[in-house]
């Protein structure tokens, strides 16, 4: 168990401070990476994961309401056909994509600077998606349909 390999030309450690004052810090390279996914782009991350859930949340309830909406009214099924061969379900998914898209720039630009609980995050994701995925569930939305 012992040392790994040196890879060329990548410094072990990573020096940063005024070395004159004293304030000179030393990190591995191993330390120095772990600190930057884990402070910038563990944040991103975390943010898609939330956005994700969002996302799934608006796939689960257009298909739920629209889904009922549709049945009901050609108008509603005509305006998500973005696509013909794929019919409304094309209109529901890119709809659930932009959810995604604006749910992360938004989470981002609400919480940058923040602290931010990643347990909550992921409770609130899985939730989130959790919601989304059975709302997508024939038995579920049907029981939003009109009845006949």
């Known amino acids: 168990m012992g040392r790994t390999a040196a890879v060329v030309g990548v410094p072990e450690t990573v020096s940063w401070g005024r070395e004159k004052e004293g304030d000179l810090m030393e990190l591995t390279?191993?330390?120095?990476w772990g600190i930057v996914h884990?402070?910038?782009?563990?944040?991103?991350f975390l943010l898609a994961f939330v956005a994700a859930g969002v996302?799934?949340?608006?796939?689960?309830?257009?298909?739920?309401?629209?889904?009922?909406?549709?049945e009901a009214s050609q108008t509603v099924k005509g305006w998500l056909e973005f696509w013909a061969p794929v019919g409304p379900l094309s209109g529901k998914t890119t709809l659930a994509v932009?959810?995604?898209a604006l749910a992360w720039a938004g989470l981002h630009r609400r919480l940058r600077g923040r602290e931010v609980?990643?347990?909550r995050a992921f409770t609130l994701a899985?939730?989130?998606v959790g919601v989304g995925v059975l709302l997508t569930f024939p038995p579920i939305f049907q029981l939003l349909a009109p009845a006949e």
């Open 29 to 32: 390279t191993r330390e120095w």
């Open 38 to 44: 884990g402070m910038g782009l563990g944040a991103l």
């Open 55 to 70: 996302g799934s949340l608006v796939l689960g309830l257009f298909t739920a309401l629209v889904t009922a909406l549709a």
């Open 98 to 100: 932009a959810a995604w």
């Open 117 to 119: 609980s990643v347990s």
């Open 126 to 128: 899985a939730v989130l």
